[in-house]
């Protein structure tokens, strides 16, 4: 192809924008790869860098400012064929400063062309994060209380495996875009530019004084060696490809027959380490196995490992409307922290609900038919406390019964698991 | 019969595999995180793409990506991840990009409560963009209302070309429970309609519809933009142009408003009060519901499904017959709003409560039997 260039969108920029020049570079760059267009895509934020889209021949996405480089990953992962040539000003690099880093340390196939002006030309030359602390621009003295970034040394310690910088006026930017395209992984590419309609009213600075900033500044010539390592979107295939069994979702058969049950509702107090969603779980089971309507919420910190650990549980015939515990009739009293968090609920119980307590939690004023069981007695360890408490939930046929449990355990568990369990319930029947 | 048994995240993620789901990117937070979790160990199996974000804005960024390559997209978060989702939410809603979003609600404001439930977001979800162009919210009452109404988001979301919100609670999402996923009737799968004629305008579409679609990287060039554009993609300052698009951007949703209103209703005989409700709250008002009966003092509900747009036909004639009308919502007063705007003829109660807590139904049938 000649030019990728849409002839009927010519070029707006101030005259002597560097823009233009890097514009007609990428065309270049395009011409000399000789890229399907079809198979193509500019992707620009806002500002002037976001004009870039319009000019060519190729596919074209346009969105907010700072955030190209997130359509240009969900395109690239979607699409592996693309060739994604993302555009972005030095205020698009401030703002989505995170999105550069995440592309660094990704390695998408993906170019980057950062057009750094030194400042916001559409918005009135106001200070960007690459503006020098001395120059004169629309933010006041703010910018002389900064330092400007170097993008090319965080691109490199973000783990960027292609990062290069040039003046844009360098007669050699559409080979080094070109390289930057043909490499296989995230590849950044600095530009150094004049924003003649405002960064250069007040600030001197020409095409040579470019290349003297490119000379002075850290030489960056393309491959970063010690980051070289697979693309991301092979590598993430690769281990996609690796997860092959597609989980169904959990269906429990009804396994028994039950005449005249009640709707119940059970709940478990405890701490966490104690297995109480475990238990939970399991007496959720038992109602399955039973045809039972379930429905189970569970209560713990963001610290799981510290703190409650609370069950609450619905076991009816009838399908579960209000999810919440109105009048428990089950109530499973196994650590202080538990009973803390719904201390409220034990003046609400009526003298028919069946609180096992066991011996070292402290109960509050209840009303309820109270029984104790001590499981270090019965040397039965902590964590098995709830589990053993099911046991006795069954024996007296409170909201469960011993088959009930069975199938639930052997629904739940492995055999070898059952087997544990068993032998921790026969300890307590 | 066998029982599935899950929590409604899970029947959320289950349901937008089963509409086709095959893009999800998202970032962590309580109490959506089971979402991610369960499209991540079910989309690469299916040969779909799962992958987390490095922050909210950037798990839409890839979404929007994804959706214009021709992938059918979700992802999901709570209250604080739709504040972050805001500026690519207007960029989806004006530009066209199909999109399902999971907000699973939790108590704000702000970070709020992340393990405590609240329908917080409700009018956020409908005005949390730019320009006040309609979107469609759907809300679950439970973990089969997640599936179903997840494939219906798809539906809506691939023939509207627009972003649409399923909002859930903590109540719902992270509560396991028991269904019957053999005694519904799923809805058929909608998917985009693409283009087939002879020149491609990326934004020409009828009056009161999307666009059909062409992906990035087809044959024919393609050109997404979220600058204010014509027929052809490109920026337009020209008003008739603009009016036009803003015009559709609107009637395309409140046209088909009718088709796109999912709602329950309960009529008992002899009644005097309407109960309207959504979400979690639903069930609670249907338990008061039954009660009252028994006590011989029954009532009527209906659960809205469709909260946006605004189901206003279906409030007007189910609430016609009676003299009291009652709203519950697990907030102080957000979708109120809309009923007192619709049913502006009529006395509409109010009870509201925002404690992280569900509303019980005894405090319900308190609402109603204290005239």
Sequence with gaps: MNSYLNKTRPLVFCPGCTHEKITKSLDKAFINLNLPADKTVIVTDIGCSGLFDTFFNVHALHGIHGRALTYASGLKLANPELNVIV?????????????VLASCRKNLDITLIILNNFNFGMTGGQYSATTPTEALVGS????HAEIP??????????????????????????????????????????TLGMCTGRYTKKNQLTPKALDQMVIDLPSKGGLIEKNQRP?????????????????????????IDLKNYREQEVVILGSAGMRIVTAGDLVCYAGLCAGMNVSMKNDYNITVLRGQSVSEILISPEKIGYPGIKSPSVVLALSDEGVQRKKKIFSTL???????????????????????????????????????????????????????????????FSEKLYQIAMETIEKTI | MALSFMEGNEALA????????????????????????????????????????????????????????????MTATSGPGISLYSEQLSFAIGSEIPLVIADVQRLGPSTGSATRGADSDIQFLRWGSTSGVPVIVLAPKDAL????????????????????????????????????????????????????GDTYLPFEAESDAAPPFLPIGSKTLVRQTSSTHGPDGYITIDPDVIAQNQARLREKIHSARKRITLFEKNIKENTDTLIISYGVTTRAVDDAGKTLEKKGNPVSTLSLKTLWPVPEEVLMETAKPFNRIIVIEMNLGQYINEIRRILCDKKVEFYGQMNGVLIPPAKIMEVVENE
């Design chain 2, 145 to 196: 209302d997640c599936y179903i109404l997840t494939i219906h988001a798809f539906n809506y979301a691939e023939e509207f070309r627009c972003p649409v919100f399923i909002a859930s609670n903590k109540e719902i999402g992270m509560t396991r429970e028991s269904f019957d996923l053999d005694s519904v009737t799923l809805p058929p799968i909608v998917e985009r309609k693409q283009f087939s």
């Design chain 1, 350 to 412: 009526k003298p028919d609900t069946f609180v096992l307590k066991e011996k070292s939690v402290a109960l509050p004023e209840t009303r309820a038919n109270v029984v104790e069981i001590d499981f270090r007695k019965l040397k039965i360890k902590k964590q098995d406390w709830a589990l053993a408490s099911l046991g006795i939930m069954a024996k007296e046929e409170k909201a469960i019964n011993k088959t009930m449990l069975k199938h639930a355990l052997k629904s739940r």
């Design chain 1, 231 to 255: 693309e991301y979107g092979e590598r993430y295939r690769a281990l996609a490809r690796e997860k092959m069994i597609f989980p169904e979702a959990i269906t429990i058969e009804k396994q």
């Design chain 1, 140 to 143: 006041g003295f703010l910018n």
């Design chain 2, 14 to 73: 289950r349901g937008a595999i089963a509409a086709g789901c095959n893009f999800f990117a998202g970032y962590p937070i309580t109490p959506a995180t089971t979402i991610f979790n369960s499209m991540l160990s079910m989309l690469p199996p299916k040969g779909g793409i799962c992958i987390q974000g490095e922050d909210e804005i950037a798990s839409m960024g890839y979404c929007i990506g994804a959706s214009m390559a021709g992938k059918k997209v």
């Design chain 1, 149 to 190: 970034i170097d993008i090319c040394a965080i691109a490199e310690s973000a783990g960027a495996t292609y990062v290069d910088r040039c003046s844009g006026h360098d007669e050699t930017l559409p080979e080094k875009i070109a390289r930057a395209i043909e490499h296989k992984g995230f590849s950044l590419i600095e």
């Design chain 1, 87 to 99: 555009t972005m000003g030095d205020g698009g690099l401030g703002i989505g400063g995170a999105h």
